[in-house]
């Protein structure tokens, strides 16, 4: 596809349950970040990736949270014993170059 | 403690007039700023970007000014149009780092 895709569309989740979320860049994207963002907030920063280096992860929130991305392209975050504050919407975004980040349509959460 | 705020989270204009978006940075290490547009249940879309070595950059109805000084930039919509109506969003990158810091959103409605 020509944009950047994440799966599912929607997740529901019992509380304490792992769950996986799944990003696919625009190909030949070297940089891939995660956001997560609140009810009337904006996207906040999670973490990023040039290739299958993990860069930064200064914006996960507490160690349930673990992204990987292992061979440079698709990446998947996982959020392990989810919590109520945990409901969100999970965005993915990838770039080529500094700037303009493509976004996918995000994932919304919801932990009951 | 927001480094990048949005003051005004709506605004209505007529369809044709302009529409004014504005936001405020407190980091003075950021040297890039962009501007999202975002639909409901889509990903954010980007629309204009400029760098801090510039103080306006225009594309077509968009443009977005720079005040360095007075930490604040804008986005100018002219003339609007009823399709304009979405959440807009600033965001912010600091030298070096390719991480945006958002802003929460102003979201703009073009009556027509």
């Known amino acids: 596809g020509a944009g950047v895709s994440q799966s599912p569309r929607y997740k529901v989740a019992k509380r304490g349950q792992d769950v996986a979320l799944r990003c696919d860049p625009i190909s030949g994207h070297v940089s891939l970040f995660w956001y997560q963002q609140a009810l009337g907030q904006g996207p906040e920063f999670l973490t990023y990736f040039q290739n299958e280096a993990q860069l930064d992860k200064s914006g996960l929130p507490s160690d349930r949270f673990f992204a990987e991305r292992p061979e440079g392209s698709v990446s998947t975050l996982k959020i392990q014993r989810t919590q109520q504050e945990d409901s969100a919407v999970y965005l993915c975004?990838?770039?080529?170059?500094?700037?303009?980040?493509?976004f996918g349509p995000g994932t919304r959460l919801t932990v009951l | 403690d927001q480094q990048v705020k949005q003051n005004s989270p709506s605004l209505s204009v007529q369809e044709g007039r302009i529409s004014i978006l504005n936001c405020d940075y407190t980091n003075s290490m950021f040297d890039y700023f962009l501007w999202y547009k975002k639909y409901p249940a889509e990903g954010p879309t980007f629309l204009i970007s400029i760098s801090s070595i510039k103080d306006k950059n225009e594309d077509g109805r968009f443009t977005v000014f720079l005040n360095k000084s007075a930490k604040h930039l804008s986005l100018h919509i002219v003339p609007s149009q009823p399709g304009d109506s979405a959440v807009y969003f600033c965001a912010a990158a600091q030298g070096g780092s390719e991480k945006l810091v958002f802003g929460k959103g102003t979201k703009l409605t073009v009556n027509p």
């Open positions: 975004a990838s770039s080529l170059v500094r700037g303009e980040q493509f």
